[in-house]
């Protein structure tokens, strides 16, 4: 089945750029995308890409696809305190409706 | 900026009791979606519905569970008999498009003692 994997942990010191990394396993993915995951909060949709793009760029997110490798990575530029959390990738395939599979997560620390 | 909200935060209860979960899904949206994490583990996909019917579903999603839309905004989650492994957060998630990007609520944890 489909199956999408990520690093458990990245620690990165503030001001630094963060870089998490993905892989997803399922080739008719057709959008993939970041969630955010703050302590006791919800999944906040950060971006996504479509899967006929390369790079997608919004202020200080940039998310790199490389459709070949399957491989996914979301770079933040100057990590600050408050992007401490966890990050999912998802992927999700054609059809209406249908799911978004999910990594495992990536805890990023940030420290001062 | 529209959400997509889910009551209660937090409900506790014993197995073998129903619960239902509620969500208000952005109100023009039309796709809606439940997952579910376990403490530590992935998010999992449990249904998704359209047009009051079912879309797709998991393996997870078994007749214990049930899914209903009683009005034009709320979106709920029955599971009829709960087991100590229901215990998890729930997330309810809705789209504008099937194909769109899908926005989740804060989520109810639910703990079955």
């Known amino acids: 089945g489909e199956d999408v994997e990520q690093s458990l942990f990245l620690s990165v010191r503030e001001g630094d750029s963060s870089v998490i990394n993905c892989t997803y396993t399922?080739?008719?993915?057709?959008?993939l995308y970041w969630y955010k995951q703050e302590p006791g909060a919800g999944l906040q949709l950060l971006t996504y890409?479509?899967?006929?793009?390369d790079m997608k760029q919004d202020q200080r997110l940039t998310v790199l696809l490389n459709k070949k490798d399957k491989h996914l990575s979301l770079r933040i530029a100057d990590t600050q305190t408050g992007d401490s959390a966890i990050y999912f990738c998802?992927?999700?395939?054609?059809?209406?409706?249908?799911?978004?599979?999910f990594g495992t997560g990536t805890r990023l620390q940030v420290t001062l | 900026e529209p959400e997509v909200t889910q009551t209660p935060s937090h409900q506790v209860t014993q197995m073998g009791q129903e619960v239902i979960l509620r969500c208000v899904p952005i109100?023009?949206?039309?796709?809606f979606y439940w997952y579910r994490q376990i403490l530590g583990q992935k998010v999992e996909f449990l249904v998704s519905?359209?047009?009051?019917?079912?879309?797709?579903k998991s393996e997870i999603f078994d007749d214990q569970f049930s899914v209903e839309r009683p009005d034009g905004s709320n979106f709920t989650l029955k599971i009829r008999s709960t087991k100590l492994e229901d215990s998890a957060m729930y997330f309810c998630?809705?789209?504008?498009?099937?194909?769109?990007?899908?926005?989740f609520g804060p989520g109810t944890r639910l703990t079955v003692t």
């Open positions: 890409i479509f899967s006929n793009m």
């Open positions: 109100s023009n949206h039309l796709y």
């Open positions: 998630a809705s789209s504008e498009q099937g194909e769109g990007e899908q926005y």
């Open positions: 399922d080739s008719s993915s057709t959008y």
């Open positions: 998802a992927d999700k395939n054609t059809g209406t409706a249908s799911k978004l599979t």
């Open positions: 519905f359209y047009n009051n019917e079912i879309s797709e």
